[in-house]
């Protein structure tokens, strides 16, 4: 089956190697026998709604994000409408900020967010550099990975998190979340990349990227070896040296 | 606080603090020394750099800074005694160890980390200063790649009276001959020599003024090249130093033309790859810029052969061993490039560390466009404290699983390497910073190669 991706401003934001997410997605669909197709949505492009199963946004820094932020508002409705129709989506570091209310940056400017997610965010000179763990409970797994970033993101009360920090920062170094999950929709300070190394996540969007796509969306279990052996370091380096304040 | 110092005394007894931690197995104690000074009394940096009758120059880059600096040293080893921080050792604590150890050079040669540029500018006020290009290194040390090209526009306009030289072929760097008279730009311009589109790992490729995405005449390395911005007009600068019509010779060299105000020569380098074209380039502008005759600069770039594990060639029983340092993904993409120009290379040791020196942050590895070396590898050797992350990229990168062997020990995995390797081959190795220091030990340790520190200067 065709499993159709649309990656938000490949070429702006794509800092911590958002393109080997894309890689782990395509190869394990392939592995399936089903087929990744992956189109760019950049500056001035429309967003194909209903035609896209997954939604891709990865980070940049400070400067590519100020130059897409004004186009991906023009873009805001037509993701939210998106999202609401089961469309899945994951936002990486700075495409996770974007994907909530607004960002204020250090000297207090604000620059809005599309508002999908239930967030803002609100830089400080302090970064949050480090490995991270985080315990998934809702799905029963652990997402081990790297942070880096200057803003701090409160979620509204009652939203959801991704995880629950084991070790590191997290959204804001003190709730103790990390990350958020609103319907199919993913936001997440982590890379690594996040799903070589996270492949039950990779799986995971993909099975609900299958489910939009109409699809059947069980997926034959992979032997997994090296990810898992690459989750076990990268989980040790988080227990051993994840940041705190 | 500060101590009142008695120089001599002080210095011997860093110097014996040095000792003390090679004799004791601490690998270099390059920067122990360094690093007591700096403790013990920041401002002794400036009087030791103060008594350098010729003063001190620094170079600093995200790519190409050790390499470049030992390719200076070369040119300017037959005028005068230099002391030059040859080990790496990059930090303030580092300068300071070289300049604790400089007793009767006439001149000071330091490679800077790019972020510490600043603070040793301030402290040694370097003659002259060479900048050689700002890529996407170390994320978890800096932050942003724009932190540190603000930390330079600061310390070019502290120093009016340095001798700038810059290349015109990164636009943040050549930027910076705006803060300053009298700048000399260098770079390429062969456009032959380009790549057919600007790399996934480029990193300044919107314009500094506008945002819009430049259009490259020629893209070299990364970002570096002939850009203009089609909507500002916003453009390379003129440059003074250039390299023309280059010639690559595989693994075994590269040779140009050096083309400069003072005048043009050929150099044949016994280095390969565009990267060092750069490297060398920037090392001449420089001497240049001190007043080096041009037949002098060609010459010395000529003799030098290599960095210490910066494609260093080392013999090991009938086999040859090629060390290639990667780090980031524009410096690992030429490395890439170079070794796929000679011959594909069928056994590879691939080593990744995640310490400090290496960067925590292993996502770089993912930006590498390591994909030219699957088609010709038999058996790649994943090996280092992220082995099983490297085996992933490469797994997904479309090298088959079966063709991986994971061995996380480095030692044992260059025996690997080696047993893998036909007599009479090549075995490439490609290892992080600390994993380079920590092979190069190994081969030390079996003969094969000195200890960096036993070739100090």
């Known amino acids: 089956m065709k499993i159709r991706v649309g990656h938000l401003y490949p070429d702006y934001l794509n800092i911590y190697a958002d393109r080997g997410n894309i890689a782990v997605l395509s190869e394990r669909a392939r592995l399936r026998g089903h087929e990744l197709a992956v189109q760019a949505i950049g500056i001035h492009d429309a967003v194909p709604v209903g035609e896209i199963d997954l939604f891709y946004i990865g980070g940049g820094q400070d400067r590519e994000q100020a130059l897409v932020a004004h186009d991906l508002a023009g873009k805001a409705s037509a993701l939210r409408e998106a999202v609401e129709s089961d469309a899945a989506f994951l936002a990486v570091c700075g495409g996770y900020q974007l994907l909530g209310r607004y960002y204020r940056d250090v000297a207090g400017h604000e620059q809005p967010g599309i508002g999908l997610l239930p967030l803002h965010t609100i830089a400080d000179k302090r970064r949050m550099i480090g490995d991270v763990l985080l315990d998934c409970a809702w799905a029963g797994q652990t997402l081990a990975g790297f942070e880096n970033h200057a803003g701090r993101t409160i979620l509204d009360e009652g939203a959801e998190p991704l995880g629950r920090v084991v070790s590191g920062f997290g959204n804001d170094g003190e709730s103790g979340h990390e990350g958020a999950r609103y319907r199919r929709a993913y936001g997440t300070y982590l890379h690594g990349p996040l799903l070589p190394r996270n492949p039950w996540f990779a799986d995971h969007l993909l099975s609900e990227a299958l489910a939009h796509a109409g699809g059947p969306t069980e997926l034959r279990p992979l032997r997994d070896e090296l990810e898992h052996d690459a989750h076990t370091i990268s989980a040790a380096r988080a227990r051993a040296r994840g940041g705190k304040f | ?457």
Not at chain 2, 162 to 178: I, S, T, W
């Open chain 2, 1 to 457: 606080m500060r101590f009142p110092i008695p120089l001599n005394l002080e210095s011997a007894a860093l110097r014996a603090a040095g000792k003390v931690s090679r004799l004791t197995g601490r690998g270099g104690g390059t920067t122990l020394p360094g690093k007591l000074l700096w403790k013990l009394d920041p401002d002794a940096i400036d009087l030791l750099a103060g008594r350098l009758p010729q003063g001190s120059v620094l170079i600093s880059a995200t790519n190409g800074k050790t390499t470049t600096t030992a390719m200076v040293a070369e040119i300017l080893r037959p005028r005068m005694r230099v002391a030059h921080n040859n080990s790496g050792a990059n930090l303030v604590s580092g300068v300071a160890s070289t300049l604790l150890r400089a007793g009767g050079a006439e001149l000071g040669l330091f490679e800077v980390d790019e972020g510490a540029l600043p603070e040793v500018a301030r402290r040694v006020r370097p003659k002259a200063l060479l900048l050689g290009n700002l890529f996407r290194d170390q994320l978890d040390r800096y932050g942003e790649l724009e932190i540190v090209a603000v930390r330079w526009r600061d310390a070019v306009a502290e120093m009016p009276d340095a001798k700038l030289v810059l290349n015109g072929d990164d636009p943040q760097v050549g930027d910076l001959a705006r803060l300053h008279g009298g700048a000399r730009l260098f770079g390429l311009d062969d456009p032959r020599r380009a790549r057919p589109a600007l790399q996934h790992a480029a990193d300044s490729k919107y314009c500094l003024r506008c945002g819009t995405p430049y259009d490259y005449a020629a893209a070299y390395v990364g970002h570096l090249g002939d850009y203009t911005c089609p909507n500002c007009g916003h453009a390379r600068p003129a440059l003074d130093v250039v390299a023309r019509d280059i010639e690559l010779q595989g693994l075994d060299g590269a040779s140009f033309t050096l083309h400069a105000p003072e005048g043009e020569t050929r150099v044949q380098l016994a280095l390969p790859g565009l990267y060092n074209v750069y490297n060398a380039v920037g090392a001449g502008a420089l001497a240049l810029a001190l007043g080096v005759p041009i037949d002098e600069v060609a010459a010395g770039l000529e003799r030098f052969s290599a960095a210490f594990g910066r494609f260093e060639r080392i013999t090991i029983g009938d086999r040859q061993l090629l060390m290639l340092l990667i780090k980031n993904p524009a410096g690992a993409n030429e490395v890439v490039r170079t070794l796929v120009e000679g011959s594909t290379p069928r056994v590879a040791v691939i080593a990744l560390n995640d310490e400090i020196a290496d960067g925590r942050d292993v996502s770089w590895i993912w930006d590498v466009d390591f994909e030219p070396l699957l088609e010709g590898l038999d058996t790649l050797v994943a090996t280092g404290e992220r082995a099983a992350e490297l085996a992933l990229r490469f797994a997904y990168g479309g090298l088959p699983r079966d063709r991986i062997e994971v061995v996380p020990s480095l030692e044992k995995a260059l025996d690997r390497g080696l047993e893998l390797t036909p007599s009479g081959g090549d075995l490439a190795v490609l290892p992080t910073y600390t994993a380079m220091l920590a092979l190069r030990k190994i081969v030390a340790s079996r003969g094969h190669v000195t200890n960096y520190w036993e070739t100090a200067a």
